[in-house]
């Protein structure tokens, strides 16, 4: 079994900043990527960044502001929010690509956090 937990959300002014932090927990051979995503109310969840292996990639609207890092003797990934917009409002979700080896067995799991909520608002 799999988890993730997430951290650090809550209210913050416009032009401010706020940080999240996911570790995951369970029996991990390796993690292959960890990536945030968002949805905001009335709208789909959509990817935010995400780190691997190979670096780090970003949505276009907030490459710049937001830095994804991880902390592998942890198992842990951080997204630093930096300027923070209205439009940033959303619950923030944390996404992990594991390989879990039972055995002979390898297995590919993708695993989610619960979600932690960030309202950007004055």
């Known amino acids: 079994q799999v988890q993730l937990v997430e951290s650090g959300g809550g209210l913050v002014q416009p032009g401010g900043s706020l940080g999240l932090s996911c570790a995951a927990s369970?029996?991990?051979?390796?993690?292959?990527?960890m990536g945030w995503y968002r949805q905001a109310p009335g709208k789909e969840r959509e990817l935010v960044a995400i780190?691997?292996?190979?670096?780090?990639n970003y949505a276009t609207s907030v490459e710049g502001r937001f830095t994804i890092s991880e902390d592998n003797a942890k198992n842990t990934t951080y997204l630093q929010m930096d300027s923070l917009k209205a439009e940033d409002t959303a619950v923030y979700y944390c996404?992990?690509?594991?390989?879990?080896?039972?055995?002979?067995?390898?297995?590919?799991?993708?695993?989610w956090g619960q979600g932690t909520l960030v309202t950007v608002s004055s």
């Open positions: 780190i691997n292996k190979r670096g780090t």
């Open positions: 369970g029996s991990i051979f390796a993690i292959n990527d």
């Open positions: 996404r992990a690509g594991v390989t879990v080896v039972t055995g002979p067995e390898w297995r590919f799991f993708e695993v």
